[in-house]
């Protein structure tokens, strides 16, 4: 006969953040690379008098004016899109939060630029946690977003940035957090 095993429930929360690993981030990417590229080979064809692209005749414009402005704009297309990538191959705003209850610690971590601050982490005991406050915003910019209230400090973010997640999303994470922190809700 064998002994019934009990389970007990986690006692460690952890939410992983998506940063600027999105799909509208590689779609904006790919769509600045790929038109920044066809400015600057028809700004190269102009002065070149050589056709470099397959779907149009540049060479009909004359250098300049034409010509050097079709690439400039390429070549300014091509350093934004080279930022656009870098933001993304470091998932710049990635991270996770965690909410421990065995070590009695919160630690919300992200991902940002290299530097000295290449990793931002936020560390505080969960018992200054005072509430988990859900802002919600309606109009022309909405903004939903889950704050951690901690004493002594400024409210901590720890929704991503950007898209504005559902409001039953919102409430259900800004809910269980609440339940597992054994804090109060506010804001709903």
């Given at each position: ?44 064809s102009s002065y070149l008098k050589v056709n470099l692209l397959p779907f ?11 010509g050097i402005a079709m690439g400039f704009y390429g070549i300014c297309g ?62 022309l910019n909405p903004r939903r977003a889950i704050y951690l209230r901690v ?38």
């Amino acid at each position: 006969m064998t002994a019934p095993t009990t389970t007990t429930p986690s006692r460690v929360l952890r939410q992983k953040v998506l940063g600027s690993r999105r799909l509208s981030n590689y779609w904006w990417a790919t769509v600045v690379s790929v038109g920044s590229t066809g400015f600057l080979l028809a700004g190269i064809s102009s002065y070149l008098k050589v056709n470099l692209l397959p779907f149009a005749d540049p060479t009909q414009l004359t250098f300049i004016p034409q010509g050097i402005a079709m690439g400039f704009y390429g070549i300014c297309g091509l350093l934004l899109a080279s930022y656009l990538w870098l933001v993304i191959i470091l998932d710049v705003g990635g991270g996770y939060n965690e909410f421990n209850q065995e070590t009695g610690f919160v630690r919300i971590f992200r991902w940002g630029f290299p530097g000295k601050n290449r990793q931002i982490e936020i560390t505080c005991r969960t018992q200054d946690v005072q509430a988990v406050r859900v802002e919600i915003k309606e109009g022309l910019n909405p903004r939903r977003a889950i704050y951690l209230r901690v004493k002594g400090r400024r409210d901590i973010t720890l929704t991503r940035v950007g898209e504005p997640i559902s409001l039953s999303a919102l409430e259900n994470q800004g809910a269980e957090l609440a339940r597992f922190l054994e804090v109060p809700i506010e804001g709903l």
